[in-house]
């Protein structure tokens, strides 16, 4: 299993920015989806976005379409998440998460290892 630590947390306006980083332990290979996942009080987890290793394939969910970016740089092990215009909706604790598999994990849910969150609040 792969470790993950998140940072970036922060407390920013509404429309302001803020950058996640996920830094993992070791490489996982070629072959692997990592993601951002989001749950705020009293919701579900929700999946935001998630990225293929190989070729940067990438998914959105639709809440953040056009205001959230996820990159990776696979040299570092390090996956980020660029959120702008961020609104109140978006205050969550974020957790990034990680899985083996091909480009079709972009779109799954079921991830096998994940980092302990990192508070966003948009106030």
């Known amino acids: 299993h792969v470790q993950l630590v998140e940072s970036g947390e922060g407390l920013v306006q509404p429309g302001g920015s803020l950058r996640l980083s996920c830094v993992a332990s070791?490489?996982?290979?070629?072959?692997?989806?990592r993601a951002w996942f989001r749950r705020a009080p009293g919701k579900e987890r929700e999946k935001v976005a998630s990225?293929?290793?190989?070729?940067?394939?990438?998914w959105y969910a639709d809440s953040v379409k056009g205001r959230f970016t996820v990159s990776r740089d696979n040299a570092n092990n390090t996956l980020y998440l660029q959120m702008d215009d961020l609104k109140p909706e978006d205050t969550a604790m974020y957790y990034c998460?990680?899985?083996?598999?091909?480009?079709?994990?972009?779109?799954?849910?079921?991830?096998?290892?994940w980092g302990q969150g990192t508070q966003v609040t948009v106030s």
């Open positions: 998460a990680s899985r083996y598999g091909g480009s079709w994990c972009l779109h799954l849910k079921e991830y096998t290892d």
């Open positions: 990225i293929y290793s190989r070729d940067g394939l990438t």
């Open positions: 070791e490489y996982a290979g070629s072959n692997y989806c």
